[in-house]
């Protein structure tokens, strides 16, 4: 398996004889094995292990080729101390909760814990040509699924009800969705992680609808803000500006680029329009197993873009008790530039 | 706030200035904010201040009635510093990550530290008037919907579509799934957590369906194993088996009953059936602003049952290869017994 191998290559370079996986995203990566939170594995040199509980014995052997072991702690921790022994034993301890990493030092007095955290995340951040495929298959789904719900959104239907349709279009579809629809209108524009509520559109009003579909594992995400009506001078005005400055981002995408940099392009031409405060996220982040993963665009970033990446790019700008706009793009970083996934059509405002 | 002066009393006994409150159903509970992971709560004994994010400024304002700071780290500890000054401070080691504590640990360099998980959970883990009638009406709604359901469920048909109509409802209710339902026929009824899939039930077979409704904020939990026409005497034996098993669980439960008690009842009628290896779980869980919280149902747990306490009692079997039964009730302890919310109708097989 090549993601065990190019694991097992960053685990020498550490200085790791063994690392302990407890992060759901890394044990489906390294395994196949997709309980939501229920797996661990041991990885060493020469062997890899699949920890669950009986809960899972039929699912962990239809769906991981790894070995298994299925126990409670403190069996598990019983059974891998014979991979564990005396080494030098990394966790993950960006997701390790100081109370399981107490369990760990109890159960291997002889190991030395050590935190590693993000090195799976640091595989997983550039995808194979099977993961492009299926995030680029869960994009089009997205798409053809705000197509389809976009002549609905007009004045007198319920926020919640936009939100509904996209849910079940893309249940029926055979998805899910990636994280709960926000569709937020009128003065509800200005919370940028507003789900759906039962407020009534109105004439008039920018609408953001932020999706995204989980299809076989894998995320998509995808912003648009729409018009019901014509919007005040004002807010075209605020759309116009995170347009450009979306735009000039997805522009500047491609391997080498520094994500700060992208991040204070973007911040840059909001600034010009006098919206920099009103920018009150980062640019964006990587997208894949999770709908949130490596790298980070944002202003503290060191992260670097490379091929296989594959990022959002959605600035915004939020005004209080008056609205706002959000346009998000999901974006492969390819061999010598960008190739943008997400197709959906910005409108005209 | 009730919440905060029983978390005080609670800080005052465990010696502890300020209580860092990070897990964001804690968060919830003490503030009323409902962003899924983006806020955190610091609780001294005359102050307790929400800290989020600028993408939070609106939502915080308009759910949460406590004093807010609205930055990302490192700012929201600089601020908190000013409170932590040279205390002893709380963190929740069963959620903070090992990264998490090292951030605050280099924040605040004059604090002590110290781990102290389930402070909040505790209190959660009894349900005020309020709270119960708030998963009273999660339940009833689920109830609802199962029996609009329930006539769907027969061969020729999909589990993934009997899922999807009980989400329908719910949603159309107001309300959200709490977990993915579970629809699990024939054989893979020998997965507890086997979530629907495309597979089409057949006549012969029984079905476990686990299902819940989120209903502003609080869920509610239940499980029904159905027939769809005669299954084989075997899978009707262990039905009445586990059925048996859960009757007698729920009908000992009361204030002062020991979660392990109840746990090694339901164990043993399962065990004089032949059904010691196949009921590979524990026997419940408390139910409230999270699906799975305290009080622990499990032959290790410490726990004992108060008045107000919420919990699952779902014995069941799972024969690889064959079939499974689950049976699952959502029980009140009142002042001198128990109360089943659930209604749903539990079926001869």
Redesign the interface.
């Known amino acids: 398996m090549t993601q065990l191998t190019r694991l097992r290559d960053e685990m020498r370079q550490r200085g790791l004889d063994a690392l302990w996986v407890s992060r759901p995203a890394n044990v489906r990566y390294l395994t196949g094995f997709t309980?939501p939170a229920d797996g661990k594995v041991l990885v060493t040199q020469d062997r890899a292990t699949l920890y669950t509980?009986?809960?899972?014995?039929?699912?962990a052997a239809e769906e991981s080729a790894l070995p298994q072991f299925i126990a409670r702690p403190p069996a598990t921790y019983e059974h891998a101390s014979a991979d564990v022994g005396r080494g030098v034993v990394g966790?993950e301890?960006?997701?390790?909760?100081?109370?399981g990493?107490?369990e760990l030092e109890a159960a291997w007095p002889d190991a030395t814990l050590k935190?590693a955290?993000g090195l799976v995340e640091e595989l997983r951040s550039c995808k194979d040509d099977r993961e492009i495929e299926a995030i680029r298959a869960a994009q089009a789904l997205a798409d053809r699924v705000y197509a389809e719900v976009r002549p609905m959104i007009r004045a007198g239907v319920r926020e919640?009800d936009i939100a509904?349709e996209i849910?079940?279009r893309l249940?029926?579809a055979?998805a899910t969705n990636a994280f709960d629809v926000i569709v937020a209108s009128g003065p509800r524009g200005?919370?940028?992680?507003?789900t759906a509520s039962?407020r009534v559109m109105q004439d008039g009003e920018l609408v953001t609808i932020d999706m995204g579909a989980c299809l076989n594992g894998y995320n998509s995400d995808m912003t648009r803000t729409v018009a019901i009506g014509t919007p005040t001078d004002e807010m075209r005005r605020v759309y116009g500006a995170v347009l450009e400055a979306e735009e000039a981002a997805v522009q500047a995408v491609k391997p080498g680029a520094r994500a700060a940099d992208l991040d204070a392009l973007a911040r840059g031409i909001l600034e010009r329009h006098g919206l920099a405060e009103a920018f009150?996220?980062s640019l964006g982040h990587g997208v894949g197993l999770m709908v949130h993963e490596a790298p980070g665009l944002r202003g503290t970033s060191e992260d670097v873009l490379k091929p296989g990446m594959l990022v959002t790019i959605e600035p915004g700008a939020?005004l209080?008790g008056v609205g706002g706009v959000r346009i998000e793009d999901l974006v492969l970083v390819t061999e010598d530039g960008y190739e943008v996934l997400s197709q959906a059509v910005k409108e005209t405002v």
């Open positions: 309980s509980d009986a809960r899972y014995t039929v699912q966790f301890a960006d997701h390790l909760t100081v109370a990493l107490e935190a955290p919640a509904l849910e079940q249940r029926r055979g200005a919370m940028p992680h507003g039962d009150a996220h939020y209080p």
